[in-house]
């Protein structure tokens, strides 16, 4: 699903409307469309249908450039290394997620959290798995579990990014994702402030 112009105008309207918003079940069309200056029947006819939709939409539009150099990077892969993947993942995809931060807050907010996580289980999911195979004799857990706590683990730190007040920008908290990516709860706890 490629989104344009018109349909990131419907997303910043949709993001406004949220902020003023006690409730997202109070959210409707109607009130994005008046957000937008058009009627309701107008973004339904020609761009969609419902909340849902247009959150399903939202996914898409923040998820469509991450995935799309993923899958570059990935197919100019000879040998699959997690510290390539974990710093081609700081270095070009943060600052994707980074210029899409107004959405993704609202996402990791809780509006839309269960949807959103699901959407990017299942888009991930395959694309991770030879970074997996092979280690289950040694963890002694599925191939699956570990894609699953990979990806959670990776949306659980730029949520807490996202929802900071002010999040740092890619290029100072790429350091610090690498070293949370990379460092168990074990190791947080136990540095020593020498």
């Known amino acids: 699903m490629q989104c ?13 409307v949220i902020k003023e918003s006690s ?11 008046n957000k937008l200056g058009m ?3 107008a973004l339904y006819k020609t761009h969609y249908q419902s909340i849902d939709e247009l959150v399903i939409a939202l996914h ?19 040998a699959y290394q997690h510290t390539d993947l ?14 899409k931060r107004q959405y993704l807050q609202i996402l990791y907010k809780g509006i839309a959290c269960p949807p959103w996580t699901r959407f990017i289980m299942k888009s991930y999911i395959d694309i991770l798995e030879p970074y997996f195979k092979g280690s289950e004799a040694k ?15 990776t949306l659980t730190i730029i949520a807490n990014w996202m929802n900071q007040p002010k999040p740092e920008n890619p290029a100072t908290f790429s350091k610090k994702f690498i070293f949370l990516i ?5 190791d947080l706890i136990s540095i020593n402030p020498d």
């Open 60 to 78: 898409y539009f923040i998820d469509q450039n991450p995935q799309m150099k993923l899958k570059k990077f990935l197919s100019q892969q000879a």
């Open 182 to 186: 990379t460092h168990s709860i074990n």
């Open 139 to 153: 963890t002694g857990l599925s191939v699956e579990f570990m894609m699953q706590l990979a990806v959670t683990q």
């Open 4 to 16: 344009n112009e018109i349909d990131e105008r419907i997303f910043t309207a949709f993001v406004l």
């Open 39 to 41: 009627s309701r029947q």
């Open 86 to 99: 974990i710093h081609f993942f700081a270095e070009e995809i943060l600052p994707d997620l980074y210029s």
């Open 23 to 33: 409730s997202y079940s109070k959210i409707t069309l109607i009130s994005v469309a």
